[in-house]
């Protein structure tokens, strides 16, 4: 096995699949003032850990056993489960397909959250997310908060602190973000340069503390644990959610999504982020036995669409995600499209071969290069199965981070990789639909332009000595 490979699988093991990995930061000697140096990076990082051992166990003793015994039971299931032997068994799919009532009362019977009203946007890329964000920075009247799982200390980063601390002079503002894998991010430096002469803060958390009245929590790291998920809200009444974090690779290097949601759903949004906050505070898991405080309801919005929220929350025992992508994969009839940087959790992939066999329409966009040598391996090895079953494989020219897949007449979008991460011990935000409007407005301006701008991967391009090595280890990703 090359170092480069080993080096990325323990990156990959300390913090997540989605996290930067440092090789970026060697590539270039201009770039590499746009990271941290290794020893403040390796100082923060250890710093990182600690609080994410010790202190949590102080702060949130519940939490983190409960953590434990899910990494402990999750992790090694995993390795077992990839390296049995597997058989695809071509079994008929249930009675109710996605997209319809039925499917909706499956979802009801596994204990999926209900559905609320809500109205979506469409956000691709960080040339329509970014403009968006600065208008809603702008106008905001009552309140800001921010979750994000990276809040890098790059130019662009800190471009976000600097107005979120101008707003935080007139109104509330909170910005949370993950311990490590924001840690991760400021050892990598982003692709393209930033403004000569910009030098980073070490530390983005004192940064947005230093005379700024905004509040800043981070999310702790018990076990090795992450909280992946990306959700801002505006006045509780706008809220964002997807795959993109505050840096220089959503601004503008990186494919991603986010979505605009409006409705009553955002009040259910804002339930979630004062958990989380309250939580991620001073009295930890002791913050949640108090009753939450009131929020206002959002605005009802005339043409919104039933809306479920998804979580992957192994200390709440939810996982919702899992659950709701497999139930739609084994039971479609028609499509499974599906675009996802990480592709490695063995019963999704199993599940989406056994589709390809049966006759599905099973499709899947890929990055062409990643940020993971590890999970771009363990890729190959998924796409090269799904060819062998029939179905389809493309590579995306560039680093596409998009989270979207769409089973017949239904939709799920968020922030969750198709990897054992986030479908079982990352906490991951995404959301569900069948309305067919809005289906066909994701097929739109998501599927269409990539499949036309994706090269289809053929099978002789797939083999790869190194593939089905990497997927093993891209199992625990």
Same mark, same amino acid.
């Given at each position: ?9 323990? +990156? ?14 060697? !590539? ?15 100082? =923060?990082?250890?710093?990182?850990? +600690? ?22 039971? =999750? ?7 990839? @390296? ?6 071509? &079994? ?16 009801? $019977?596994? @204990? ?21 964000? $600065?208008?809603?920075?702008?106008? /905001?009247?009552? /309140?800001?908060? *921010? ?16 107005? %979120? ?28 340069? /930033? ?19 905004? #509040?800043?929590?981070?999310?702790? @790291? ?22 993109? @974090? ?9 494919? $991603? ?9 955002? &009040?259910?949004?804002? #339930? ?7 939580? /991620? ?44 992508? %497999? ?5 479609? !009839? ?11 959790? $063995?019963?999704?992939?199993? +599940? ?13 966009? *890929? ?16 796409? !090269? ?41 990352? !906490? ?7 309305? &067919? ?39 625990? *990703?």
């Amino acid at each position: 096995i090359s170092p480069k490979l080993l080096v990325s699988a323990a +990156a990959c093991l300390a913090a997540t699949s989605c996290a930067h990995l440092s090789k970026n930061a060697s !590539r270039s000697s201009e770039q590499r003032p746009q990271a941290n140096d290794m020893v403040t990076g390796a100082g =923060h990082l250890g710093l990182g850990f +600690a609080r994410g051992t010790a202190l949590s166990a102080l702060k949130q003793p519940i939490t983190t056993a409960t953590l434990g015994l899910a990494v402990l039971w =999750h992790r090694p299931r995993e390795i077992v489960s990839a @390296n049995l032997p597997v058989s695809i068994a071509l &079994t008929p799919p249930p009675e109710y397909k996605p997209g319809t009532a039925a499917f909706e009362t499956a979802l009801d $019977d596994f @204990n999926i959250p209900a559905a609320e009203s809500g109205k979506l946007t469409w956000l691709v890329d960080g040339k329509q997310f970014f403009p968006e964000l $600065d208008r809603q920075i702008a106008n /905001a009247k009552q /309140a800001i908060d *921010l979750q994000v799982f990276i809040f890098d200390n790059d130019d662009i980063a800190v471009r976000y602190a600097d107005r %979120l601390k101008k707003r935080a002079q007139d109104i509330p503002v909170r910005v949370m973000f993950d311990d490590l894998g924001s840690a991760f991010a400021h050892t990598s430096a982003p692709l393209t340069p /930033a403004p000569k002469g910009f030098v980073p803060p070490t530390s983005i958390h004192r940064y947005l503390k230093e005379n700024s009245e905004i #509040r800043v929590r981070r999310t702790l @790291n018990p076990w090795l644990v992450c909280d992946h998920s990306k959700l801002i809200i505006f006045d509780k009444r706008v809220a964002y959610i997807g795959g993109m @974090n505050i840096g220089r690779e959503y601004y503008n290097e990186w494919h $991603d999504l986010m979505i605009r949601i409006e409705g009553s759903v955002v &009040t259910s949004l804002q #339930r979630d982020f004062d958990r989380t906050w309250r939580k /991620a505070g001073p009295e930890g898991d002791l913050a949640l036995v108090r009753a939450p405080s009131y929020i206002r309801p959002a605005p009802k919005v005339s043409d919104g669409i039933p809306l479920r929220v998804l979580r992957t929350d192994p200390a709440e025992g939810r996982y919702e995600i899992h659950k709701s992508t %497999l139930l739609a994969i084994r039971s479609a !009839r028609k499509r499974i499209w599906i675009e996802n940087p990480y592709v490695a959790h $063995d019963d999704i992939t199993i +599940a989406l071969e056994e589709a390809a066999r049966r006759g599905v329409d099973v499709r899947l966009i *890929l990055p062409a290069r990643g940020d993971s040598t590890i999970m771009d391996e363990g890729n190959i090895a998924v796409a !090269r199965r799904l060819i062998q079953a029939g179905g389809k494989a493309y590579s995306y020219p560039r680093m596409t981070h998009m989270k979207v897949m769409i089973c017949d007449g239904w939709a799920t979008v968020g922030s969750a990789n198709l990897d054992t991460l986030s479908m079982r011990i990352n !906490r991951e935000m995404n959301l569900s639909f069948n309305d &067919t409007a809005e289906v066909n407005r994701l097929i739109d301006c998501v599927f269409l332009p990539d499949f036309r701008a994706s090269k289809p991967i053929k099978l002789s391009e797939t083999d790869s000595p190194i593939a089905p090595l990497a997927e093993t280890i891209a199992d625990q *990703l």
